[in-house]
């Protein structure tokens, strides 16, 4: 999976400091590597930002090699023409930082204060690289904080200013990005959670790093990865045998639904049909089965005993017959007891929405430490809540460090969902994470959760590794709706719409 390590893999800051210093270990002077990269970020800063609508161009320059990446790009935009002007809070910088501000000094470029960048068209922030630990105060704090008050678009170099690089929490303030470079690797802050509302839209910027200074520093068990859109291109659709029947493309069993939440039901059953899974029995309340059979025709319903409109117990059922089963969406706690035979089973399993409460509710030696010793593999998917009550004593973790935890405590695959979905599974001795980098805020709906379950249970059923299952059905299930909301907008983006959906954004040229 992994075919590029520069595109994929995200680093800590004393990883990224660790590869630059090989690479001047190697001979390449640092000036030369500030002019290749700047030049780099002017090229793509012209492409997205032409001259003809962004003329005035503000750069925030701080002390050091950032500051000299920004003073650079500063020198390019004049000499196209624009009118570039230069803000530092800083009295004093690094030598090779402080010579190109000599040298944009005598191009005549002006250093003004920071009101004279308030009808500036774009700015450019340069002021903090990778590797801040203190907090922001003072006198950039306070232009930080004014800046942000612009409505001003704000390009990044390498992270907002004000970030800390590899947990991606404010250091004090930070700059609100409309846009960030990525200079090198991924840096880790800027793919968490906390960082998101910081970054905007984000991409990287390369710059030729050998792969064997990456893999030297980063090694052969690097637990951090990003996960590319052209993942969808390798897995998906699955290549069928051209003589292949019904039975050898999968057999799903959809445990779900309840009398209050007979949606998530269908909406689970709308999600695995789009698989293409080679047959479909949905296990429901039996006051259920007539609304299933009506929506869905093509499955095999089977009604079981039911209490409080929840499912009692399930009828018996050989399990051998099913390639995979996903149980918990709409379920409630009610059916618990289901939930507990279903864990015993031998059956690759997804546990989703109430089948992973109903999990945290168990005792340990029934719940979480029996699915290490399930024969096959289990993907949990959980919100940040979910995942809490799964693991109360990993609540004040942070966020990637605690869902590496709960992948050694259970050696299952889980699916942390979030607006940037982390999938961590066992890998070797220890754990692998992978994280998507583009959602939309379009898949903050009830019943977006469930589309996913099925999904991801009926590409189990059909045979992929687990890993595969939740990194291909993530990256499927946000990306067709990123395709669909520049469609219908954010607002457009039900469930229902969703699951309509997934089969023709596959049909779709898939990004790269």
């Not at 690094?94 to 500036?120: M, N, W």
């Not at 999968?250 to 209050?260: A, D, E, F, M, R």
Request: proline residues 5%.
């Amino acid at each position: 999976m992994i075919d590029c390590l520069s595109s994929q893999a995200i680093a800590t800051a004393a990883q990224m400091q660790a590869i630059e210093n090989l690479i001047f270990q190697a001979g390449m002077p640092v000036a030369a590597l500030m002019e290749k990269v700047a030049l780099r970020i002017t090229q793509r800063l012209t492409e997205l930002y032409p001259a003809r609508n962004y003329r005035r161009i503000g750069i925030l320059v701080g002390s050091g090699h950032n500051g000299g990446d920004a003073l650079v790009v500063a020198r390019e935009l004049h000499h196209q023409g624009r009118q570039v002007r230069i803000y530092t809070p800083f009295a004093k910088s690094k030598p090779l930082t402080r010579v190109h501000g000599c040298y944009a000094k005598s191009l005549g470029i002006p250093f003004v204060d920071l009101e004279a960048l308030q009808d500036c068209d774009l700015i450019v922030d340069g002021i903090f690289g990778f590797g801040l630990e203190r907090d922001v105060t003072g006198d950039v704090a306070i232009a930080i904080h004014t800046i942000n008050n612009w409505q001003i678009p704000i390009l990044s170099i390498d992270l907002p200013s004000g970030l800390h690089t590899d947990h991606g929490k404010v250091m004090g303030i930070a700059i609100r990005a409309t846009h960030t470079f990525c200079l090198g690797l991924w840096k880790r802050g800027l793919l968490t959670e906390s960082a998101t509302p910081y970054v905007g839209k984000l991409e990287r910027i390369g710059f030729d790093i050998p792969e064997q200074f990456i893999h030297q520093v980063l090694g052969d068990q690097h637990p951090l990865w990003r996960i590319e859109p052209q993942i969808l291109r390798d897995r998906l659709p699955i290549v069928r045998n051209p003589i292949a029947h019904k039975y050898e493309i999968g057999h799903l069993l959809l445990v779900v639904g309840s009398q209050q939440y007979g949606g998530a039901a269908l909406l689970a059953a709308m999600g695995a049909k789009a698989t293409g899974v080679g047959m479909l029995s949905i296990a429901v309340p039996h006051s259920l089965k007539p609304l299933i059979l009506v929506q869905v025709p093509d499955a095999l319903v089977i009604g079981c005993p039911e209490t409080a409109g929840a499912i009692a117990e399930l009828p018996n059922l050989d399990f051998a017959k099913y390639q995979a089963i996903a149980c918990g969406c709409g379920l409630s706690l009610e059916a618990m007891p289901v939930v507990k035979q279903i864990i015993d089973s031998d059956r690759p399993l997804i546990l989703d929405a109430d089948g992973l409460n109903a999990l945290a509710s168990l005792d340990r030696a029934t719940g979480l430490d029996q699915l290490q010793n399930r024969k096959n593999s289990v993907i949990l998917t959980p919100h940040w809540g979910e995942f809490c009550r799964l693991f109360p004593d990993l609540r004040t973790v942070e966020r990637i460090e605690a869902l590496q935890r709960a992948v050694t405590l259970t050696q299952s695959t889980i699916l942390l969902k979030g607006s940037k979905t982390a999938i961590a599974f066992p890998h070797n001795t220890s754990s692998q994470v992978w994280i998507n980098p583009e959602s939309t805020p379009a898949l903050a709906r009830g019943g977006s959760g469930d589309v996913l379950a099925g999904m991801l249970g009926g590409l189990l059923a059909q045979g992929m590794a687990a890993n595969d299952v939740a990194i291909a059905g993530t990256l499927w299930h946000s990306q067709a709706a990123i395709w669909l909301a520049k469609q219908r907008t954010e607002m457009g983006v039900d469930p229902v719409t969703l699951a309509q959906s997934l089969l023709p954004f596959l049909g779709q040229e898939l990004p790269v």
